[in-house]
C-alpha cells in the first residue's frame, strides 16, 4: 500500500516565501537595536581635558554671524579633549533633565567647572558619555560625567556590555525561533 504525501497548503507554500525577508528584517532589527543600543548607553574615554567653553546655540546650531538666532536660545557647554596619539576628541555637556534618555542629569555646569580645573592641571580625566561624533550633522557625544583617574585605568563597563549581552540573547533567541518555524513548515512538505 502507497502511503499517501502530505501535500502542502497554500498557507504553508506562502510562508515558505517569506523566510528570506523574515530573515532580512529580523537583520534589519538587530541592526537598528544595536545602533540605538550603542549611541545611548553609557561609554568611558580616558583622555586630557585641553580646553572647555560655551556656546549659545539655538535650533540651528552655535550662533554666529552665518547662523543668527531665529528662536529660543542656550548655551551648551563643551569640552575639548587629547589622548597621546590621537586627535582631539570634542564633547558635548547638557543636562537631560527629566527627558529622554533617562539619565537625569542636571549638573552640567558642575561638570564643567570640574572639566575646567582639570583642564589646569592637566590631569587625566575618565569621562561617561552618551553619543556619537558626526561632524557633518555637528553631532557631539554628551559627557555625563567626569572623575580624575590614572593611564591604566579601565573603560569597561559593566552596564554597557550587560545590555549589549541581553540583546544578543534576544536576537539569538528570535532568529532561532524563526529558524524553528520554517523548519517545522518544510518537514511538513
Known amino acids: 500500500m502507497v502511503e499517501a504525501r502530505h501535500r502542502p497548503s497554500r498557507e504553508d507554500i506562502m510562508s515558505l516565501r517569506f523566510k528570506k525577508p523574515a530573515f532580512i528584517t529580523l537583520g534589519l532589527i538587530a541592526l537598528l537595536s544595536g545602533l540605538w543600543l550603542d549611541y545611548y548607553l553609557p561609554e568611558h574615554t580616558i583622555a586630557t581635558i585641553t580646553g572647555v567653553e560655551v556656546k549659545r546655540t539655538d535650533k540651528d546650531g552655535p550662533i554666529n554671524q552665518k547662523n543668527p538666532a531665529d528662536g529660543p536660545t542656550t548655551d551648551v557647554y563643551?569640552?575639548?579633549?587629547?589622548?597621546?596619539?590621537?586627535?582631539?576628541?570634542?564633547?558635548?555637556?547638557?543636562?537631560?533633565?527629566?527627558?529622554?534618555?533617562?539619565?537625569?542629569?542636571?549638573?552640567?555646569?558642575?561638570?564643567?567647572?570640574?572639566?575646567?580645573?582639570?583642564?589646569?592641571?592637566?590631569?587625566?580625566?575618565?569621562?561617561?558619555s552618551y553619543g556619537w561624533r558626526v561632524n557633518m550633522f555637528s553631532w557631539f557625544p554628551n559627557v555625563t560625567k567626569i572623575?580624575?583617574?590614572?593611564?591604566?585605568?579601565?573603560?569597561?563597563?559593566?552596564?554597557?556590555?550587560?545590555?549589549?549581552?541581553?540583546?544578543?540573547?534576544?536576537?539569538?533567541?528570535?532568529?532561532?525561533?524563526?529558524?524553528?518555524?520554517?523548519?517545522?513548515?518544510?518537514?511538513?512538505?
Not at 580624575?148 to 549589549?164: G, H, M, Q
Open 147 to 189: 572623575e580624575s583617574t590614572e593611564p591604566d585605568a579601565s573603560t569597561w563597563s559593566f552596564f554597557r556590555w550587560f545590555w549589549f549581552g541581553i540583546w544578543a540573547l534576544a536576537m539569538g533567541k528570535a532568529a532561532v525561533a524563526i529558524w524553528r518555524y520554517f523548519e517545522r513548515l518544510e518537514d511538513e512538505q
Open 78 to 128: 563643551y569640552i575639548y579633549t587629547e589622548r597621546t596619539g590621537e586627535k582631539i576628541r570634542v564633547f558635548r555637556n547638557e543636562d537631560t533633565g527629566w527627558s529622554w534618555p533617562f539619565y537625569f542629569k542636571f549638573n552640567a555646569a558642575d561638570v564643567q567647572a570640574k572639566a575646567k580645573s582639570m583642564e589646569f592641571e592637566k590631569r587625566l580625566a575618565i569621562m561617561t
